[in-house]
């Protein structure tokens, strides 16, 4: 791997974002919250910090809108374990896939989807998009 994160989002076009993540919602409220452009292009995921605040019973997946969805990231929360995983700053779970990131399916958006309702917290996602399909010409992507 080369270049630093912000290299990657300024050389092509960041699609980093904050979620607040409400113990109410349901993977409907988290669809598509990164797009890309258009079908010509490619969510690359640097970085997922989510920090839980209320426990629940449930597992939060990071995953491509595909058909057959790709799963970049999974967590199941345990509401009554009281034991740090090693990887884990308390609440907080780390997933980091480099500057240059891990790909999604082409042209698909990146959705947060749950078991069910309970997990709430705060989530950053480092991304950007890069156009990965050959553009006819004359085409005005």
């Not at 449930?58 to 990887?87: L, S």
């Amino acid at each position: 791997m080369s270049g630093s994160y912000n290299h990657f989002k300024h050389t092509y076009r960041n699609k980093s974002i904050n979620r607040t993540i409400l113990a109410s919602h349901t993977s409907a409220d988290h669809a598509d919250v990164i797009e890309p452009k258009n079908s010509s292009y490619t969510i690359y995921v640097q970085k997922i910090v989510l920090a839980i605040t209320t426990h629940a019973d449930q597992t939060i997946t990071f995953q491509d809108g595909a058909a057959t969805p790709v799963v970049i990231a999974a967590h199941t929360d345990e509401a009554t374990a009281g034991t740090a995983r090693p990887h884990d700053i308390p609440g907080t779970i780390i997933w980091d896939f480099g500057p240059e990131g891990t790909p999604l399916t082409q042209g698909e958006e990146l959705d947060i989807t749950f078991s069910g309702a309970g997990i709430a917290g705060r989530c950053h996602i480092e991304a950007y998009e890069k156009l990965t399909a050959a553009v006819a010409a004359g085409s005005t992507n």
